[in-house]
């Protein structure tokens, strides 16, 4: 089966559930309106379809390969790689004072969603140069933007985040790579980074690693690190390349999934390096790139389940076996067994709120860009977790149920599907796990009075209220279901926040259940706006498609927004039951 780009759904989702139509012709989009925005989802679309998607299955068998320091890609990526530099999709959302096109952060996204769903691995090395430009942009010297910005921009350079440690992890403060200043005002970053995304090719003429070290001078503790810029080829002022930097890749990871991205551990012997920020203020610097990353990582989670359920869907409508109780064909279709049909439908339910999720987060990005209001800074920092953490533990589930519709035809490698599952595994672990990212949840961004999960209730009970009319006439379950749940996550929101200050124990534990409520809850708002959207187009046509999009919502609030009771009683539970527990081997 050939993946098909699900420009339909993600058109409907920007339309009705997000409202992009606020960013047309804005003050800081003035040239993006609907039209542009529906040709760039169609080349988008034609490029995940007809370019990438034919080079998955072949780049998850052959894999990449180390030569001496070079990494030698997947057969067709080198001309893929080209193809996505030639089309300027680097450019789309970067400023267009450096070659960018300026346009939102919602489209940028919904071309990564495409994009991932058609080859994860190979989108991985464009998500972590966008990491890279946002990076530099927000925090490089306006000689380094200059310099470095128009050429990744332009996808002649590309660039890699290089945090990871040998025994370090995702602990930061433990790392150990040094920066010696040198008499030129550069410095010489010596150490070895480890799970490095597209650390060494050759598809690109230059690559840009954005390296987390220690001064000589640091204070211990992740306040004491510093971000430099520390090129594969050195570059003069102009732009030109010299010699090989002292940085190579010394040995590739041999992974689960993701064959065809190559997991680097890079070594730096004094190789020359520029320092982004103030020293020690690395932290603040990387952050920018994690949070373009984590955001990516979730639309990453939203392509793999969408591609996932793709191919269960067509399998499950070409395979025969048994009666079906729904038509009593014998030697049915498996669609045709309700377990199946059932698995399908959460399939794809989850896939659609996850996206909602995702999308809103980029439209809180987009919103700053348009209007100062803190409020939009707020959403945006209080969603990036939620969006990373949710959708990516959802893309694990909808892959896994994927293999099942397949059967025992799903653990055979030749069918495709375990590669959805094995690539899609890595994602609620890199770019911080998903138990960081519910810690971050519900230690930064819920602060200390909940102002942006406030913000969130209030819009979701501004929703109920104003579609009072028309959510009674044909959604009155669902609207009940929906204010319980939202008053569940308020009660949850105000036991963690009286607990933070005596029970961080209680409140750590909590996490992740925590965020999983704030994933159902918001997926099954957005859901529920886009089948109020699908009621009211009913009479314009395409009445099977609309009316699949309210069947989907009710089987996300059967099976999924239901079980926000049980969040919050286990939020309350806290850690009571893990005191003094041993679990001992013996």
């Known amino acids: 089966m050939t993946y098909r780009a699900s420009v339909k759904d993600i058109t409907f989702c920007l339309d009705h559930v997000i409202g992009m139509a606020d960013s047309y012709n804005s ?63 680097y450019s789309l959302a970067a400023d267009p004072t450096y070659g960018g096109q300026g346009m939102p952060k919602m489209l940028e996204q919904a071309c990564f969603d495409m994009f991932h769903g058609a080859n994860m691995a190979f989108t991985l090395l464009p998500t972590l140069s966008q990491g890279a430009i946002e990076a530099i942009h927000a925090h490089g010297s306006q000689a380094q933007k200059n310099l470095f910005l ?40 010596t150490g070895q980074k480890i799970f490095i995304t597209w650390g060494e090719h050759d598809g690109a003429e230059n690559i840009i690693h954005l390296v987390l070290a220690r001064l000589p001078d640091a204070p211990k503790g992740t306040r004491g690190i510093s971000l430099f810029l520390c090129p594969k080829f050195l570059v003069d002022s102009d732009g030109n390349l010299g010699a090989h930097n002292g940085v190579s890749c010394v040995g590739l990871e041999h992974k689960l999934g993701i064959h065809a991205s190559p997991t680097c551990v890079m070594s730096f012997e004094g190789a020359q ?6 020293p020690n203020g690395g932290l603040a610097a990387m952050f920018t790139m994690m949070n373009a990353a984590r955001l990516a990582v979730g639309f990453e989670g939203v392509g793999l389940a969408d591609a996932a359920w793709q191919k269960a869907q067509t399998y499950a409508r070409d395979r025969r076996q048994g009666k079906s109780l729904i038509t009593g064909q014998d030697y049915a279709p498996i669609y045709d067994h309700p377990d199946v049909r059932l698995m399908l439908a959460l399939m794809k339910a989850k896939t659609e709120a996850a996206r909602a999720i995702c999308m809103a987060t980029a439209a809180a990005i987009d919103a700053g860009r348009r209007d100062p209001d803190p409020r939009h800074k707020r959403r945006e920092d209080f969603l990036v977790p939620i969006a ?23 653990f055979i490698e030749e069918t495709g599907a375990a590669q959805y599952y094995r690539d899609a595994r890595i994602a609620p672990i890199y770019e911080g796990t998903n138990g960081i990212q519910a810690a971050d949840l519900v230690g930064r961004k819920l602060g200390n009075d909940g102002a942006a999960a406030r913000d969130i209730e209030a819009d979701i009970r ?35 926040l009286a607990q933070k200050a005596t029970a961080p124990l209680d409140v750590a534990t909590a996490a992740t ?59 309350r539970s806290g850690y009571g039951a893990l005191d003094g527990l041993h679990l001992s081997l013996d």
Not at 170 to 189: C, H, N, V
Not at 536 to 544: C, M, P, Q
Request: charged share 20%; glycine share 10%; net charge negative.
């Open 27 to 89: 003050s800081a989009f003035p040239d993006f309106d609907a039209d542009l925005r529906d040709a760039v989802l169609d080349a988008a679309g034609q490029l995940a379809s007809d370019v990438l998607a034919p080079l998955n299955r072949a780049g998850d068998v052959g894999g990449t390969k180390l030569e001496g320091d070079r990494v030698i890609v997947a057969p067709g990526f080198l001309d893929a790689i080209k193809a996505y530099a030639d089309g300027g999709w």
């Open 273 to 278: 390096a520029e320092l982004i920020g103030p």
């Open 462 to 496: 501004s929703f109920l209220e104003v579609n009072k009319l028309e959510l009674a006439n044909e959604f009155a379950a669902e609207a009940e279901h929906l204010l319980a749940a939202v008053t569940q996550f308020s009660a949850a929101t105000d036991h963690l």
């Open 388 to 410: 990373k953490a949710w959708s990516t533990d959802r893309a694990v589930e909808v892959a896994s149920l994927g293999v099942q519709v397949h059967g025992g035809m799903g």
């Open 513 to 571: 259940t925590y965020l999983t409520l704030c994933g159902d809850l918001i997926g099954g708002w957005l859901l529920l706006k886009g089948a109020l959207a699908a009621q009211d187009l009913l009479a314009i046509g395409d009445a099977e498609w609309l009316n699949d999009r309210i069947k989907l919502m009710r089987l996300f609030y059967a099976h999924t927004l239901s079980h926000a009771p049980a969040h919050l009683a286990a939020i």
């Open 150 to 189: 128009p050429k990744l921009i332009a996808g002649q350079w590309c660039g890699t985040m290089n945090l990871t440690e040998p025994g370090a992890g995702s602990d930061l403060a433990a790392l150990t790579t040094r920066a010696e200043p040198a008499d030129d005002g550069t410095y010489r970053i």
